[in-house]
């Protein structure tokens, strides 16, 4: 089946129709999300403790926006702007803080309050406790654990076995000649069983040669005198 011109052309325009009303429909989707309003609020910081553009939001455990800006001042001052999704406000005294996930994952959390809400540009301190009290809580749980009876009993355990191959290597060290002269003595009680291995070895063989040629005569004889017997019969 052959098509003409008119028609290929036809068809190329329709899938090019569908592609662009395809396109048009996700445009829209992100022109609508970007056309939503969102609060940007600033928060003062000491210290940025991993914090970067786009770092997560999340205000009561939900995420809720995203970090657009850093900057630092004269004094060594950290600002850093947050973009809010709709809805979302921050109060005078709610609490502002940097945390960070088990991965180590920097990010922003909110602890909602009950005050007046914060607009747009304002400023508002943070809470530089936040991640100070994580890393000492981590601090905590390891000397805690370094203080637990298993680790101090395995310690023990190993200062003891340490002193033990302390006392044998010395040992070895002062007996160091009685051993070698043990390790001589041996080697000489080992030659002198081969020597005497040897000479037994060959004695067994000449008794056995012996035995056989007592055998052997003892057989030729038997065999002369059955002759000489048949010998007489005839």
Do not use: W
Request: charged share 25%; aromatic share 6%; hydrophobic share 40%.
């Amino acid at each position: 089946m052959k098509y003409d011109r008119n028609e290929i052309v036809a068809g190329i325009f329709v899938l090019g129709c569908i592609f662009l009303f395809l396109a048009f429909i996700f445009k829209a989707g992100d022109f609508k999300e970007s056309m939503q309003p969102k609060k940007e609020i600033v928060v003062r910081f000491s210290h940025a403790r991993g914090i970067k553009t786009n770092s997560p939001i999340y205000y009561a455990g939900v995420q809720s926006g995203k970090v657009s800006n850093l900057s630092v001042d004269e004094k060594d001052n950290i600002y850093i702007t947050l973009q809010l999704e709709k809805g979302i406000n921050i109060r005078k005294d709610s609490i502002v803080k940097i945390g960070a996930s088990v991965m180590g994952e920097a990010y922003i959390e909110i602890t909602p309050g009950q005050g007046e809400i914060v607009e747009t540009g304002e400023t508002v301190m943070g809470n530089d406790s936040g991640i100070a009290q994580q890393i000492e809580d981590v601090v905590t749980s390891i000397q805690d654990l370094v203080k637990s009876d298993k680790i101090t009993s395995s310690l023990d355990n190993l200062d003891k076995t340490l002193k033990n191959i302390a006392i044998v290597s010395e040992t070895f060290a002062n007996d160091k000649d009685k051993i070698e002269a043990i390790i001589s003595n041996i080697n000489e009680i080992t030659q002198s069983l081969n020597e005497d291995l040897g000479e037994i070895t060959e004695k067994m063989n000449t008794v056995l040669s012996n035995v056989a040629e007592m055998t052997d005569a003892e057989q030729v004889k038997k065999i002369d005198q059955i002759t000489e017997n048949m010998v007489g019969i005839t």
